[in-house]
């Protein structure tokens, strides 16, 4: 008895079947493909230590659990970065042949993960929100992705990009720059680890960080000068007022 062929599947041959790419992955595909071709790509490694910030962001969230506010981690990561990108402008910029283009606004996207794909949402304005802002319209456009209702206009206008797999695990890894972005971020699941404070070994929760930049805009040094920004303020968030 022939079984019954799933949508979009074709039979190939007695080894396998072919299954149509959804359209999502056939846009992002040539999309990814042309950045990786035409985009000279560093990627640069680091750890934030996010004890303090993770046990600040339960004790809110237990706090302002009866008003169905919440906090997350990916809220606090976009803000910092918003202060790393007015620390550093050089990352907040565009090639325009041979001119750099510097932007005055800031606009951060978050890869989101749906069952057609990887969906790119933008949170506009992000330097005029508040975290707690933030994680509500972060969580509101995720939902849109899963739902398949995300408009063209959610996903257009980033400055840089923040790729957040801490649901998923892993450590490290490269992702490639979204052009006219000249840069994006990688963050990996969170890990306890013995850290040495001069005295003793103690438990710190660490975030593992993945930072690709556009080499043509951004050499080594400014990379690592930025990640190294970009832990300091997770490290400790009153960095951020300042």
């Not at 990561?77 to 918003?82: H, P």
């Not at 283009?101 to 330097?127: C, E, H, M, S, W």
């Not at 257009?156 to 992702?175: D, E, K, M, V």
């Not at 000249?182 to 003793?200: E, H, R, Y």
Request: glycine share 8%; aromatic share 8%.
């Amino acid at each position: 008895r022939p079984r019954p062929r799933r949508e979009g599947w074709r039979r190939s041959g007695r080894t396998g079947e072919r299954q149509d790419l959804s359209r999502i992955r056939k846009i992002s595909g040539a999309n990814l493909h042309r950045n990786w071709v035409l985009i000279p790509h560093v990627t640069n490694h680091d750890d934030a230590d996010i004890t303090d910030l993770e046990a600040f962001r339960v004790a809110m969230n237990k706090e302002f659990e009866k008003s169905g506010k919440k906090l997350t981690m990916l809220a606090f990561i976009i803000k910092a970065s918003v202060r790393a990108l007015q620390e550093f402008p050089e990352f907040n910029t565009s090639l325009d042949g041979d001119n750099l283009v510097y932007k005055k606004y800031f606009n951060i996207a978050f890869a989101a993960d749906t069952p057609n794909g990887l969906v790119v949402p933008v949170i506009k304005d992000a330097d005029k929100k508040s975290v707690f802002d933030i994680a509500a319209e972060s969580g509101a456009l995720a939902k849109k992705a899963r739902d398949g209702k995300l408009g063209p206009a959610d996903m257009s206008g980033a400055c840089f990009t923040i790729s957040a797999l801490g649901g998923i695990g892993g450590t490290y890894f490269a992702p490639i720059v979204n052009a006219p972005e000249v840069a994006i971020l990688g963050v990996n699941k969170s890990v306890m680890k013995p850290v040495w404070d001069g005295k003793q070994f103690v438990p710190r929760l660490t975030l593992p960080m993945s930072l690709t930049a556009d080499h043509r805009v951004i050499d080594g040094a400014l990379a690592t000068r930025f990640n190294v920004y970009l832990a300091q303020l997770l490290a400790d968030f009153r960095r951020v007022m300042l």
